[in-house]
T-cell receptor
């Protein structure tokens, strides 16, 4: 149980292109989903928290107009990297948390990540 | 405020020998603690979690971790390493809103 599907797994595109990444919770409802960025040989950096039916909450230093997040349903959140440039190349990972009244001890379940390469 | 420190960036063990990954945390309240494993170019898989029910937590694949409040530690152990255990391991602390703070990670290498 608690499977999170992330698509696509790899994207290679030209500079200036917008790229959409999907994150789906397959067998549970997720009120909250999270988007992370991971640079090579580094830990995960939280970019934003995506709440179903409301605006995403972005971490300091993350451009909300650059990284558009939509959480249209309890099982789907999307991250769109707008007008991508080479410096946006990275490994993007989403996670989802079970819908529950007690947030602190519910683990996040992670997708397999998306390797984004901008040429 | 909370933080987590993984004391070893790299651990190398022989197959069949014990594995110890060290983690210390800082939290102003009773924390939620997790260990995740990440294989190359993959997402993170939950190994185990501590949520104050028991100080010794058993996880998947033979891993376990012990919560020691007096030492603010949550070290991960496995009695006998397997080749498939080679991966990156993250110690993670969660706040009351469910936001996670990741450690820097420990790279585990298993030699035959």
């Amino acid at each position: 149980g608690a499977v999170v599907s992330q698509h696509p797994s790899r994207v290679i595109c030209k500079s200036g292109t917008s790229v959409k990444i999907e994150c789906r919770s397959l067998d549970f409802q997720a009120t909250t989903m999270f988007w992370y960025r991971q640079f090579p040989k580094q830990s995960l950096m939280l970019m934003a928290t995506s709440n179903e039916g409301s605006k995403a909450t972005y971490e300091q230093g993350v451009e909300k107009d650059k990284f558009l997040i939509n959480h249209a349903s309890l099982t789907l959140s999307t991250l769109t990297v707008t007008s991508a440039h080479p410096e946006d190349s990275s490994f993007y990972i989403c996670s989802a948390r079970l819908k529950t009244g007690l947030n602190s001890n519910q683990p996040q379940h992670f997708g397999d990540g998306t390797r984004l390469s901008i040429l | 405020a909370q933080s987590v420190t993984q004391l070893d960036s790299h651990v190398s063990v022989s197959e069949g020998t014990p594995v110890l990954l060290r983690c210390n945390y800082s939290s102003s309240y009773s924390p939620s603690l997790f260990w995740y494993v990440q294989h190359p170019n993959k997402g993170l898989q939950l190994l185990l979690k501590y949520t104050s029910a028991a100080t010794l937590v058993k996880g998947i694949n033979g891993f376990e971790a012990e919560f020691k409040k007096s030492e603010t530690s949550f070290h991960l152990t496995k009695p006998s390493a397997h080749m498939s255990d080679a991966a990156e391991y993250f110690c993670v602390v969660g706040n009351s809103w469910g936001k996670l703070q990741f450690g820097a990670g420990t790279q585990v290498v298993v030699t035959p």
